[in-house]
């Protein structure tokens, strides 16, 4: 479901301007209480992502007992989805809740905080930020924004996409306007598609309409929600254009660096603790909605045709590598994720690979 | 790793006996600040186990800003590693830092909150567990012993084990004497094995004497660490007795619920904020332990034979079905996390497993 700024919001409902921000007033600080604005780039209460947010700004609240009062905003509601970096940035609000990919326009290695083509499964990309140099590359590109980031979700499995016509191999996606954006796109532009970058909430009707002939957004649960079955008969996976797509919390930093350390210690734990929390939240609704596509709505779910997932990931090496040309923080991005995920490439066949294969029987 | 209780403690250093205890005050209180104990399995700064249990400690005294205030003791400081569970039931400790497995003798449902053969990966585990019911039946098995427990860890890949010889084909296994503890020795019996469960300190020796002709201890990191490939040439995955290790906070449910709510969340965000955190540390650190295994001290790791695989997927079913046998919450807990299992395993190809494959080329 990557998308870039520029574009109008990524969600349906959330196209609102930022015209409310000017009327929200400092920070309040009364009897050493804080409130603090957290704001998203997703709809009120939306399934996974909203809900995770919602948690993170309780649990501040409550770990805090009260003395940094957090209110989330969803998107529109103080500033438009794709405001959120610039918002914190800012300080019209201390916190975002995100994707990084959506800031690739303000630095092309931003993806690699969040998923890119071809690269980690959800528990390698949070292994590489945690524990494998990815924080301190982000720390160090973020604090350019004047940001301080931490993990804060994953969205696990996504389809790789929702086709009217069947795809039986890479001939067959030669022509075809599929939504797609990001890093993802190049690689399908480059396979022969023609992609195009729509807002979540334009994606149904595009399909329904014509004027896009696939369309790649979220998994099973996100994509049961949006209705996308109704139109397109064919869906494909697995998802090696977003093998494992995180979330972030985002932080003004001159903000964060004036909290005491306890209140700085409860925003990361509240963040990394939503990781696990949301993408568990993901793999089981993930799995439900994936039984009631094939059970109740009669979806045929298929495989990739080995020729295109071939072609995809040697295209997603020549695409991704050429972050690494942007400048030096961006080649020692790259290298660092390039080697981390070596490694865990050779960790597989002996963990989390060669387990699913034995038990898939 | 697996281990239950009633042999002598899990890990070299830790056979200490619980004479300290009495010697150690009640909680004090002082001007509305507590110090509580965590007894943890593991000995001081073990590895990942030790240094993520010491992290919780750490994170939960500065989210709290001293309120609670918490102590870490190793095993054998306070009480012996497989004193933990009674420790904390007694309030000799108000918190301990396990893998629930340990505790198998308390009841033979303990182990679906760590892991079972053939089950699920860590990812799944945890998913489970927050999303998927787990908690539930967590929350209900431990409160009749007054326990309240939070996942808190998972160590990841784990190696089927180190052999003396070669192992081509399941024939190879009949009447090996190797150290496995837990539904996974059952197993490994019921493939023609015999098995031993012995501490984690003494495995090295009793392979090196001839007294085990195999030993199945930890993954990449871990083993490493205990040299086991001076010893044993041969050394086997994928993971399939122990697919995804989970560990645990488990809390006195008095002390816990006489907290006020800000302490109950600290408490609980961060044990989820550590299993993620400890999780990634030892994907990082298996993948890097791995390369120096096989680049630094020329061991061949194998994959295990196909009629193992198949037989062991076989006979694991059998084995944890069994456990559901022994009482109405057994056959719940049993019910949940299989019906969970058949919806993660449709899920596998869509995601990790058919992105994995795929990545692999």
């Known amino acids: ?11 349906k409902g959330a196209a609102v301007t930022a015209a409310g921000a000017a009327a929200f007033p400092a920070p309040a600080i009364a009897e050493g209480r804080m409130k603090w604005r957290l704001v998203t780039c997703w ?12 948690r993170i700004a309780d649990r501040i609240t409550t770990m805090s007992d009260g003395k940094l009062e957090v209110k989330l905003y969803a998107a529109g509601e103080l500033v438009p989805a794709f405001e959120v970096f610039d918002a914190v940035r800012e300080g019209t609000a201390e916190m975002g809740h995100d994707s990084p990919y959506y800031w690739s326009s303000k630095n092309k290695s931003i993806p ?12 390698e990309q949070i292994a ?16 350019e924004f004047g940001l301080k980031a931490f993990p804060a979700g994953n969205a696990g499995q996504q389809f790789f996409g929702w086709y009217r016509d069947e795809i039986k191999s890479l001939q067959d996606l030669q022509g075809l306007k599929i939504r797609m954006a990001g890093l993802q796109a190049e690689v399908l532009n480059r396979l022969g598609a023609t992609t195009v970058n729509l807002p979540g909430g334009e994606v149904m009707a595009a399909l329904q309409s014509g004027v896009i002939d696939a369309a790649e ?17 064919f869906c494909y996976g697995p998802n090696i254009h977003e093998p494992g797509t995180a979330n972030s919390l985002v932080v003004n930093k001159a903000a964060y660096d004036a909290l005491p350390a306890s209140l700085q210690m409860i925003i990361q734990e509240a963040a990394v603790a939503e990781m696990t929390n949301m993408l568990s939240e993901f793999v089981v609704m993930n799995g439900r909605s994936l039984k009631s596509l094939v059970e109740d709505h009669g979806v045929t779910i298929g495989r990739l045709p080995d020729d295109i997932q071939k072609k995809w990931f040697t295209v997603s090496e020549e695409v991704v590598a050429e972050t690494a040309a ?10 660092s994720w390039k080697s981390f995920r070596q490694q865990a490439r050779a960790l597989a066949p002996l963990s989390e690979l060669g387990f699913m294969e034995g038990r898939r029987g």
Chains 1, 2 share one sequence.
């Open 1 to 11: 479901m990557a998308q870039t700024v520029g574009r109008r919001d990524v969600l």
């Open 43 to 54: 709809p009120k209460n939306f399934p996974g992502l909203g809900v995770g947010a919602q």
């Open 112 to 123: 690699f905080f969040a998923s890119v083509p071809g690269g980690l499964t959800a528990q």
């Open 128 to 143: 590489w930020i945690m524990h494998g140099g990815g924080q301190e590359l982000w720390d160090e590109l973020y604090g």
């Open 217 to 233: 957004w979220g998994g099973s649960w996100m994509d049961l929600a949006f209705g996308f079955y109704k139109v397109a008969k």
């Open 326 to 335: 942007e400048g030096d923080i961006n080649r020692r991005i790259y290298e």
